[in-house]
Each structure stands twice: as structure tokens, then as C-alpha cells.
């Protein structure tokens, strides 16, 4: 039963409820009634009834539904006539079980509707053909929510399916693109909501329909995102297009359409030609050389095992009073000087710890191979809208970028302080913080949860501008002791204006003093 626009499941499970347990009294009544005292019950039911469907559905066969063939035998049977009884049971029964089928279908649906959780956006063909692969968009910052419930409309299929056979090779060759990984991120779904990243699934919708009216795709579109607003019986549900009359439309039938994020729209598919522009990335050493040797970068340059002797030297043990009257000579007792040397035995092993962990990020840092980025634009106008994006060609090593707190060490732990009337204070040394060098992350390099890539943006570039990017990005590797070099880097840059996708690769080499690995 499809609902008419407007009405609510969990509203129209309730009617049909009541006219069952309407009929059902029905046919209890033919043990205790005359059949002709019935059916006139029957009669004013039968009316009752098609009028309260009429509501909640639009499908025209719902009248010839309950005024059946046996509804009109009834009719014009007359009072006394012997086989009006069973003629009664019989309809009321068969009305009974249609009814309870069509309770049963949209109970079904509803419990399938709500069972995953999340905000639900519907999305519209041009979302996978205009913007960024599906499976690389971070729906959650794109739509602006914390869960996220992706639905297919099977529209929607269709019509990438269309495309794959478009005299435009690109477009064909995204439906195809897209279509395939579909196919890998929903195959063993089962017609289910299936993972697509932290806080996001995505589905198919593909439901049986009692009306069989053709609508366009935008209309199928539409309806589906009516239907899952009746069926949750809630506002909210959201159609994502990059079409201005179809989120206009939407909105008239007070459905919330929005837009996809300008910074995911990177891919050009529009049937109209557009001239294509072309970017140059360039990774260059400082030198000038274009290849990268790894750089003299480090953290505060302390000799951190002469540090650790100085400090520890500084903070003597505590002589430990023999008798009441050393204690007042002293100032402190027996049991608060063991104190105080069993912590400061504790604190030189913290301190040695430290002088370790110094010593290997000092060391990280000094094998790290830092990454000056200059991007060039060759073309004569300007470029808007500029993502670049480096990626480990081989992410099975133990390469990584890094991240600022990668360099990033600790303070010394602080000294235990002794007891008594005799403060330490002028004889420790005076703390000093270890700075990091941030040139890794604070101008806007954005490094991924698994060091395999990182992202920076830029707002515009010149044309004919050579722009060095603000900031470098580092690569490492904790588990070699030698300068990081000889291994591989792919590059892409994104654009929205106009419309570019450019990659390409390059070959970060070792020190000359170290042979190529």
C-alpha cells in the first residue's frame, strides 16, 4: 500500500488496526446475531472503510478492494436468503486478512527504515558524477552531521548506468567508475546499509510498489525521500543535488534539500565543452635541484646525556639523621630524608628515560626528509580552489609523514623537593621547555590518521605564479637508523575553478654520501 502524500505510517498502521479489530467483531457477532443485522453492520463498515483508505493511499484499485465481487452478492442478497451468513463470514474474513498483510508490509518497512542510525540524505546521480569519488568525501564534514546514512535510489543507478555508454568518454568513464565501486562497497550488503568510513554507511533503496506510474528521475528522486519521511515519521530527511530545480522542487513539497560543498566538486562531466587548464606541481630541494635530500632539521640542540648528569648531580641526597638531635640540626627526620632519597632514585630513572627518548627524537628529526613544495601554474589565467595532495606510493614500508608532536619532547621530570625548613629551589636548575619545529603542520598541511598522505590547500594561484607553499612536510622513518631518502611520492592536485585533476609522481633520493637503496 503506497501512503498518499502527508500521511504517516505509524498513523496509517493505526486506522488499519482499528478496522480489523472492527471486522473481527464482525464476524464474532454472526454466532450471537441474524446475518441481516450483521450485514447491515457489515454494510456501514464496508462504506467506513473505503472512505478512511481513500485518505491514506492514492492507488485507485483500493475501492474494488474492499467493494469485492462477494461485497455486492451481499448487497443485493436478500435478509432471509440461507447463505448470507457464510457469504458474510467469508468477506469479513478475507478483508481481515488483506488488512493485517498490509499492517504486516508497513510494519516491516518501518522497522527496516529505522534499525541503522544517522542523519539520511538521498543522493541524486549528479552527486557521483560531478564531485569527488564517493568513497574520498568526508560526508560528515560535507553534510555537516556526526552520523551519516547515505541512500542510493534505484533511479539513480539507472541513470549512471545511462552514462556509462555517453558519447563523452569522461562521463562514461565515471558512471563506470562509480558503478564498480558500488558494486565492491555494497555486493555483500544483502540489500543493507554497508560501512563506508567512521560514522558513514551507504545503501541501495529498491522497494515493491503497488502503483506503476512513470515519473521522470527527479520525481523518483522525490517520492523516495517522501516515502522514508512517512515511513520514520519524521522532518529532516534530505535530498543532496547539485540541481537548483530539483532542490527547488523539494523544498515546495516540504522536503530539505542542500548542496554539496564547493571544495569536493573537482571532477568535469558536463555535456557542454570546457577548455582544460593544466597545473605543474614542482618539488624542488633548496638548491634548486629537483630531487630532495633529507634536511638538517631538529628539535632544541642539547647534549642531552651531559644534561642529564648536570641535573642529577645538582640534587644530592639527603644525609639521613641519626637521633633526636640531628633531626632538629637538620631539620627534617629519619623517615622524611628516606623519603625524599627514594624518590630522587625514582626521578634519575625518569631522567635517564627522558635523556633517551631526547636522544631518538633528536635523531628522528636529523634522518627526517623535509619536503619544500613549490606549485607552478603554466596556464594564463588564474587558478581557484587548489587542493594538492602527496601520498606514499608505497604505504606497506615503514615511511610516514610526520606530524609536529613527532618532534616534540617532553620536559624533564621535576625534581622531588626536599623536606624541612630549607627550600632547593636555588639549587636546581631552571627548566627549560624543549620547542618543536613546527614547519610540519602549522601553515596548513593536514596528514591523515595513517601518515600515508597529507593535504593542503591553497586559495588561488597566478597566472605564470611560481608559489612556494608556506610550509614544509617531513617524512620518516622510526624504524632505520639512516637519513630517509630513496623512495617514491604520488601527487594530485585538485581545482574547482576551473576544473582540473592533475597527478603525477616523483623520486625523493638519499644524501649523495649515502648509495641509493
Known amino acids: 500500500m503506497d501512503l498518499a502524500r502527508g500521511v504517516k505510517a505509524a498513523e496509517a498502521v493505526a486506522v488499519l488496526r482499528g478496522l480489523i479489530d472492527q471486522a473481527s467483531a464482525l464476524r464474532s457477532g454472526l454466532q450471537t446475531q441474524d446475518a441481516s443485522e450483521v450485514r447491515d453492520a457489515y454494510l456501514a463498515w464496508a462504506a467506513d472503510t473505503e472512505e478512511r483508505l481513500a485518505e491514506l493511499t492514492d492507488d485507485d484499485a483500493i ?67 560531478q564531485f569527488r569519488v564517493f568513497t574520498e568525501i568526508d560526508w560528515c564534514k560535507a553534510l555537516s552531521c556526526d552520523v551519516v546514512r547515505l541512500i542510493v535510489p534505484l533511479t539513480v543507478l539507472t541513470e549512471l548506468d545511462d552514462k556509462k555508454s555517453s558519447s563523452k568518454s569522461s562521463l562514461g568513464n565515471r558512471a563506470h567508475k562509480v558503478l564498480s565501486l558500488l558494486h565492491a562497497t555494497l555486493g555483500g550488503s544483502a540489500a543493507g546499509p554497508s560501512r563506508l568510513r567512521d560514522g558513514v554507511t551507504i545503501e541501495v533503496m529498491d522497494r515493491e510498489r503497488t502503483t506503476s506510474a512513470h515519473r521522470n528521475a527527479d520525481d523518483e528522486i522525490l517520492s523516495e525521500a517522501q516515502y522514508l519521511t512517512q515511513m520514520l515519521g519524521r522532518q529532516g530527511i534530505a535530498v543532496v543535488s547539485d540541481d537548483t530545480s530539483l532542490r527547488l522542487r523539494a523544498a515546495a513539497r516540504g522536503l530539505r534539500a542542500v548542496a554539496m560543498p564547493e571544495e569536493f566538486r573537482i571532477v568535469d562531466t558536463s555535456e557542454k565543452s570546457r577548455s582544460r587548464h593544466t597545473l605543474k606541481l614542482t618539488l624542488l630541494s633548496e638548491s634548486g635541484m629537483p630531487f630532495l635530500d633529507p634536511g638538517n632539521r631538529s628539535v632544541l640542540r642539547i647534549n642531552a646525556a651531559a644534561t642529564v648528569r648536570r641535573v642529577i648531580a645538582s640534587v644530592e641526597p639527603l644525609p639521613v639523621p641519626k637521633g633526636r638531635g640531628a633531626a632538629l640540626t637538620y631539620g627534617y627526620g629519619r623517615d622524611e630524608a628516606e623519603h625524599f632519597n627514594r624518590q630522587r632514585e625514582a626521578w634519575i630513572v625518569r631522567m635517564k628515560e627522558w635523556a633517551e627518548h631526547y636522544s631518538f627524537l633528536r635523531s628522528l628529526s636529523e634522518r627526517a626528509a623535509r619536503l619544500p613544495l613549490m606549485l607552478v601554474n603554466a596556464e594564463t589565467v588564474p587558478i581557484h580552489n587548489v587542493q594538492i595532495e602527496l601520498r606514499l606510493a608505497r604505504p606497506d614500508t615503514s615511511l610516514r609523514f610526520a606530524k609536529e608532536r613527532d618532534f616534540k619532547a617532553r620536559r624533564w621530570p621535576d625534581p622531588p623537593r626536599e623536606p624541612g625548613r630549607f627550600p632547593v629551589g636555588g639549587r636546581l636548575v631552571k627548566k627549560t621547555p624543549v620547542s618543536a619545529d613546527p614547519r610540519s603542520e602549522r601553515h596548513g598541511w593536514r596528514i591523515a590518521e595513517d601518515r600515508c598522505s597529507a593535504v593542503m590547500e591553497v586559495d588561488k594561484i597566478w597566472q605564470g605564479q611560481s608559489l612556494p607553499l608556506d610550509a614544509d612536510v617531513c617524512v620518516v622513518d622510526p624504524a632505520s637508523d639512516r637519513p630517509v631518502g630513496g623512495f617514491a611520492l604520488s601527487w594530485k592536485v585538485l581545482t574547482s575553478d576551473p576544473v582540473a585533476t592533475i597527478t603525477g609522481t616523483i623520486g625523493v633520493r638519499p644524501r649523495r654520501s649515502e648509495p641509493a637503496r
Open 63 to 129: 475501492s474494488d478492494r474492499v467493494l469485492s465481487t462477494r461485497h455486492w452478492r451481499i448487497v443485493d442478497a436478500p435478509c432471509d436468503a440461507p447463505h448470507l451468513g457464510s457469504l458474510l463470514d467469508a468477506e469479513l474474513k478475507a478483508q481481515v486478512r488483506w488488512l493485517e498483510r498490509s499492517v504486516h508490509h508497513l510494519e516491516t518497512q518501518i522497522k527496516k527504515l529505522e534499525e541503522p542510525i544517522g542523519d539520511i540524505f538521498l543522493l541524486d546521480s549528479n552527486i557521483f558524477l
